[in-house]
């Protein structure tokens, strides 16, 4: 639910550019499996919930430690929230867990 998710988020600019480079089969090719990253990742959080309520665990607390405890560095934007939410991603879930944009002001520099 972290790489498979990444996916959803770069995968619709490689169709782009396919169009762009006047190869729709590709780009037809990759919409396929893109869509099929939705229900993939959509069946990693739905057994991740059923055992998080087995566990008595809240399922979000539960996923950001494990992504804490086993995941180096941060989770990278931007996101493709529409097609996390297809899949029961809600951003409250990755959001915390997120690099900054680049070239985005940071929290320090806001405050000066």
């Known amino acids: 639910m972290v790489l498979e998710a990444r996916g959803l988020d770069v995968t619709p600019s490689m169709i782009d550019s396919l169009h762009r480079h006047h190869d729709p089969e590709s780009a037809q090719l990759l919409q396929i499996v893109h869509d099929d990253e939705i229900n993939h990742v959509a069946i990693?959080?739905?057994?991740?919930?059923y055992v998080c309520a087995q566990r008595g665990e809240d399922t979000i607390p539960a996923w950001q430690r494990l992504v804490r405890q086993h995941f180096r560095g941060q989770i990278k934007r931007p996101f493709n929230t529409l097609s996390r939410l297809k899949a029961g991603m809600e951003p409250?879930?990755?959001?915390?867990l997120a690099?900054?944009?680049a070239g985005a002001p940071t929290d320090?520099?806001?405050s000066a």
């Open 44 to 49: 990693g959080w739905r057994w991740f919930d």
């Open 99 to 101: 690099a900054p944009m």
């Open 92 to 96: 409250a879930m990755y959001e915390p």
């Open 108 to 110: 320090q520099a806001q």
